[in-house]
């Protein structure tokens, strides 16, 4: 009976082995992270930190709006002026966060219902969203890890996700996030077909098409164009290339320039190129 016995010795050491995993994990999720504190600023601070956020978008905004009206001067014939010169603003963790606070406010019966007390961090060369997920009623946060290589694309590397102490696999998530993917990629293409980016600024067609790229590469851990768009009117947004990204502790720095005639058209032409998953380009590989 020796082999019986050392069966149930070896069952009870699994048991309680996976009863400690259980508490340990209980503990963890139900455990605010360390780096997850109140901003210790009256409502005040915070709409002057959302102020100038919102001032430093305006830089941004008014230089794209200043490079949008020279293109269309030069279309029209008028004499060439001075190139608009780059700019670089830098926002700090707590002028981020009361920015998203404020836009949360403003849609606060859509926001609520799936998260409350949205937070920036920015730490150690990552950029942390944390939020307090209204499903599970504890805090979730999703790691970044922004840079720019070599070529000036952009890497926004997701390095972890986790609820409250506890970070979570991805395989745990995989399923929702590839139905998001799913449904993004069905959307796509009409976007793509879409897309038109003129002198003067591009349409909602091309943002959306790549804004959701952006988003698919970045789950797909692939490099994107750093170009964003901003909107100057109802119907126009002027793209912008950011040269410059440092993170640094509690604050990010970007330095952003226009984007001339030719680097215009390479970024039309890059949102209209068919966009290939991971598992696409596995699967057209192997059928090679």
Request: proline share 5%; hydrophobic share 45%; with cysteine.
């Amino acid at each position: 009976m020796k082999w019986f016995r050392r069966i149930i010795l070896l069952l009870a050491t699994l048991l309680l082995a996976a009863v400690i995993l259980l508490a340990a994990s209980f503990y963890l999720i139900h455990r605010t992270p360390t780096w997850y504190k109140p901003l210790g600023i009256d409502s005040q601070e915070m709409e002057a930190a959302a102020n100038r956020a919102f001032d430093k978008v305006v830089a941004i905004h008014n230089m794209a709006d200043q490079a949008a009206a020279q293109d269309s001067a030069r279309e029209h014939g008028a004499a060439s002026r001075p190139a608009v010169d780059p700019i670089t603003v830098e926002f700090t963790q707590e002028e981020l966060t009361a920015f998203i606070v404020r836009w949360s406010n403003l849609h606060s019966e859509q926001v609520d219902r799936y998260l409350t007390g949205a937070q920036f961090i920015l730490h150690d060369g990552q950029i942390i969203f944390a939020c307090k997920l209204a499903e599970l009623d504890q805090i979730g946060a999703l790691k970044l890890s922004p840079s720019l290589d070599d070529e000036g694309l952009l890497h926004l590397d997701i390095d972890s996700i986790s609820i409250g102490s506890l970070p979570v696999a991805r395989t745990l998530v995989q399923g929702r996030l590839q139905r998001v993917q799913q449904m993004m990629e069905q959307w796509l293409p009409q976007w793509q077909s879409e897309a038109r980016i003129q002198p003067g600024g591009a349409n909602s067609d091309a943002v959306k098409a790549a804004m959701t790229e952006l988003f698919l590469n970045s789950l797909n851990d692939k490099p994107s164009p750093a170009v964003f768009f901003m909107p100057i009117g109802e119907h126009k947004n002027v793209p912008v290339k950011v040269s410059g990204l440092t993170v640094r502790e509690g604050a990010i720095a970007l330095t952003v320039r226009p984007l001339p005639a030719e680097e215009r058209k390479a970024a039309l032409e890059n949102i209209r190129k068919p966009y290939a998953t991971a598992k696409k380009s596995a699967d057209a590989a192997s059928a090679e």
